[in-house]
């Protein structure tokens, strides 16, 4: 998986990963869109967007979420 500032991508294949990594940070530059380098992560193995935990096996929405939902307070 790759984060990039709000932009999740997973991939399945280390060959799709390396061409896709080019890919849109190419898109990227092309586009003029900036953000902070901190913000980027590359190599995943897991984690979590939009409350939700994702890894490369499963997507699920996160427990604390489920029990705020489950007592109406979200």
Known sequence: MIYLDNILILLWTPMEYNRWVYFI??????HE???KP???EFDLNSMEFL??????NNVR???R??????LGLG
Do not use: A, P, Q, R
């Open 25 to 30: 940070l190419v898109k990227i530059y092309k």
């Open 33 to 35: 869109f900036y953000s």
């Open 38 to 40: 901190s913000k980027w």
């Open 51 to 56: 409350d939700t935990l994702i890894s490369l």
């Open 61 to 63: 929405m996160d427990e």
């Open 65 to 70: 979420e489920l029990v705020h939902h489950n």
